[in-house]
C-alpha cells in the first residue's frame, strides 16, 4: 500500500509537466515571423599599371632608324562600382626632334594624348595591350636614347548635361 501512495504523485507531477510545458497548435493557427537581413556594400578602389620600362634591341647607326615594335600591357582594377569605362592618356616628357613615338599608332607629343577610351569596363580586371613603335631621324651619335611616357588614368564617370 506504500508503494501506490508514492506512485500517484509521481503521476500527477508527470501529467502536470506535460500539460505545462506543451503548447497545443490547431490547424486554424498561423504562426508567422520575419527577418531583416542587410549587408553593405561600399566602393573599393581602382587601381592603373603599366609595365615600367620597354627595351628595344639594339640598332646599328644610320641616317634613319626603325627602332621596331613592341606590345605593352596595361591593367585597370576597377572596384569603384561603376562600370562607365575609363580613359587613359599619354605624353613625353622630354622633346627631341629627332623621334617618332606612337602608341597604338597614336604619335606621342609633349602634350597628352588620348591612348585608351572604353565606355565600359568590367568589376575586376580589365587588361588591355598597346603597340609601342620608335624611330629616329638624323641622330650621329651611338648611344643609349631613353624617353619617358607620362600615363594618365581616368574614370568615364558621364553625365548627360541638360539646357
Request: proline share 1%; charged share 20%; net charge negative.
Amino acid at each position: 500500500m506504500m508503494k501506490k501512495i508514492y506512485f500517484i504523485p509521481f503521476l500527477v507531477s508527470i501529467f502536470l509537466s506535460f500539460s505545462l510545458g506543451v503548447k497545443t497548435i490547431s490547424a486554424e493557427d498561423n504562426l508567422e515571423g520575419s527577418t531583416a537581413i542587410s549587408a553593405q556594400v561600399v566602393a573599393g578602389n581602382t587601381s592603373f599599371s603599366i609595365e615600367n620600362e620597354i627595351l628595344f634591341d639594339s640598332q646599328t647607326l644610320s641616317n634613319q632608324i626603325d627602332i621596331g615594335l613592341k606590345e605593352i600591357e596595361y591593367v585597370v582594377t576597377d572596384y569603384s562600382g561603376t562600370v562607365n569605362g575609363y580613359e587613359i592618356t599619354a605624353k613625353l616628357l622630354d622633346i627631341d626632334p629627332t623621334r617618332t613615338l606612337k602608341v597604338a599608332d597614336v604619335e606621342l607629343s609633349d602634350a597628352s594624348s588620348f591612348i585608351v577610351s572604353s565606355n565600359s569596363n568590367i568589376v575586376g580586371e580589365n587588361t588591355g595591350i598597346l603597340d609601342v613603335s620608335l624611330e629616329y631621324k638624323g641622330i650621329s651619335e651611338a648611344k643609349t636614347y631613353t624617353t619617358i611616357i607620362e600615363w594618365t588614368y581616368s574614370s568615364s564617370h558621364t553625365s548627360e548635361i541638360s539646357e
